[in-house]
């Protein structure tokens, strides 16, 4: 079984297996303080929503055209989804910082059979996200800093994605000016919307009839204290880990060094040989690709090499 299709089985199954575990406990993307609530737009009610200022204070922000010390109110980032054995959320380091990407180069791959594999690209290809800091001025506390991470999509196509409807009307139709929606002194807005969930495979929101309302009052300072700089709380992993996570060899990986450590502590060091390096006891490049153990073994590329 050639690598490709090691992998094809291993999204096939991924897809297959879907289940319904949280956006935060599969997320690997920020590690905001666990205190910080997301934000769900109110499907019944016009929404109501402060999007609040942040100084930028790393040199994380995907976006080239500011830096650290810049004000931002919003974070673009690229992501592939359901991903590996658990389903996971890792960013797309190709397409948010334009360094290689594991993921993007196998969909390359399943690009050039674009009909067999459609179901498999559709799964993992990379989406485009937005993340805010907001108040919900229809919740129980007003005053309370949320995030919200909402979906973007081609702004042509005016799709009901949330930053391109928003930004389709933040210039005023009457002064041609700009409506600085952000600003959060008393010349600030509130942004109203309307949230639509569209069912199907991939249910999510769309949005529509934004508007913006002048707020006529301050953010409190201790509001603004409480704003994340959304920069630094995203986690920028390395190539490997990403491909650990693809391929789930992660969780693999552990579960050896704790199987190795059982093992260490039953027998005798000197018998810890390694003669036989197949972690699953079949023998070393002589068995590879003839058991399904192969398919997630972390020492297939070492077996599988030709000599
Ligand atoms: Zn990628």
Redesign the pocket.
Known sequence: MSIKDKLQKRIEENYKTKDNKSFAEYNKIFNFPKEYKMFKPHLDKINQIVILPYIIKSDNDPNTRVSKGDSQYVLNY?R?SGVGINNETVL????TFRKP?P??EE?KILYDDYEKNKNLIKNIK?KTRSVFNVLDLLSDNPEEVMIFDTGWWDINKKSGAFEPELMCEIVDPDTKEYVIFTDPSEDGYIVKFRAFEIAGEYKHNEYKAFRFEKRKYAIKKEILDKVLSLDEYLIVPKYDEVKNIFLGTENIENKQDDDYLEKANEFPKQENKKSNLCPHGHTFKKDVDTTDDCIQCTEWEKCSEVE
């Open positions: 690229r592939h797309c380091l190709n397409q990407c993921i993007c969909l990379v």
